[in-house]
């Protein structure tokens, strides 16, 4: 299993700055992202940020109007690590449970680092008026990227979905990434290993009733669950 | 249904006030709780319920040393009317399905005043680390308040659940009002329109799949479900 140190070496996957101002950008957001993960959001400032890069605020602001913008950059950064720790182990399997826990382990290893800070993130984030909100528009490419995740965890599966379900499971799988992520800030217990034991259960109890979905018993149940997230989602 | 209007003319649930130190405690927790429902979290301070109670600062601090000590009776006062509303509708059905409808509905009426601040009370709330988080030691009375609704709504059924299901349901079921709430905050539907149609389809889902729970196929996923609920709450 990746550690997060293995994740915070994988390359940057943002294009490698040519322009002096791409230079200045990136350097004011691996400043910031570092401080994120070293001071947690609270305690990161764009005076801070822009003291440490040498820079006036309003250089900074160029490039990052808010610390929102900031965040934002951090979202995109966990969620690409998330994806280049992932893809290279969704390789060697074609197990759908596999893949599908593969996609959530690789996903609370990137946050491992965060966790001192997350419940101050969380409390920036929680709202729906919030711009650093996961759910908001100005999130959505991060959110997409695991999301993605989540389809290809499925597509390259030797499992095959009766279509509906297919189709559906990456929203429903991202909504329990997403819950999944909520328990994480409140889990207490040492490297979270009661986050992890989660995704053991949740992953099993759906091994135990994936064989299950094509009975006609289930079939309309699985329906109404699917309708349910779809709700939540919308 | 009882509107949330019908809902405040509930009877005040703690003790009637018999002293002077009673009466002056009675009516900083009325000045505070109005002013939770009308200005939201944010704006409600200290100071400005102390000079609408015609007290000093100092004085209010004496019976609620904390904004935190006063949001707990606003939890109290939320959950108390809860009970009071859903209690005479519980009479009128032997339906379980029906029963746990009164007791979801019933608590989105009792919520229904506080949505336009409910972006603010969750932010202040959600952290692990707050005095007001409904998870909290000091929030346990008021959620105790839920989990014995839900608890009598089952027991006062006429349908019976196997030992195992009836013994862990109270919790799933609180569990899924907290879900339910946070899905409330984020509800920006007419009335909150959606939160009620969410209440609506979980409910046909539970009704379609309680039938099956005793059949040995799902013996298992279900026992596994209700594991995954004692791990959340644990």
Redesign the interface.
């Known amino acids: 299993m990746f550690s997060s140190a293995d994740v915070s070496e994988q390359p940057d996957v943002s294009s490698t700055p040519s322009t002096k101002s791409e230079r200045t950008r990136a350097l004011v957001r691996d400043i910031a992202l570092r401080s994120f993960r070293e001071r947690g959001y609270d305690a990161t400032t764009i005076r801070l940020v822009a003291t440490e890069a040498g820079m006036s605020v309003g250089a900074t602001h160029y490039h990052f109007p808010s610390k929102h913008h900031l965040v934002q950059e951090l979202y995109l950064d966990v969620q690409a690590a998330h994806r280049a720790a992932a893809e290279p182990l969704l390789e060697a399997s074609d197990d759908l449970i596999e893949r599908l826990g593969i996609v959530y382990r690789t996903g609370l290893d990137g946050l491992a680092p965060y966790h001192p800070f997350a ?2 993130f ?3 984030a ?5 711009p650093i909100n996961p ?1 908001s528009t100005e999130s959505a490419p991060a959110l997409a990227i695991v999301r993605g995740l989540f389809a290809d965890a499925i597509t390259g599966a030797r499992t095959r979905l009766p279509v509906e379900l297919e189709e559906r499971l990456p929203d429903a799988l991202t909504l329990a990434h997403l ?1 999944l992520a909520l ?1 994480w ?2 889990d ?1 217990s040492p490297g979270q290993v ?1 986050s992890r ?2 995704v053991d ?2 992953l ?2 759906l091994k ?2 994936l064989p ?1 979905v094509r ?1 006609p ?2 079939r ?2 699985v329906r ?2 699917l ?2 997230v779809a ?2 989602r ?1």
Do not use: I, N
């Open positions: 419940p101050e969380l409390s920036a929680v709202s729906p008026r919030s759910l819950l328990f800030v409140y207490r009661r034991r989660l259960r949740g099993g109890l135990g009733a299950l009975t018993l289930l309309k149940p109404d669950l309708d349910l709700e939540v919308a």
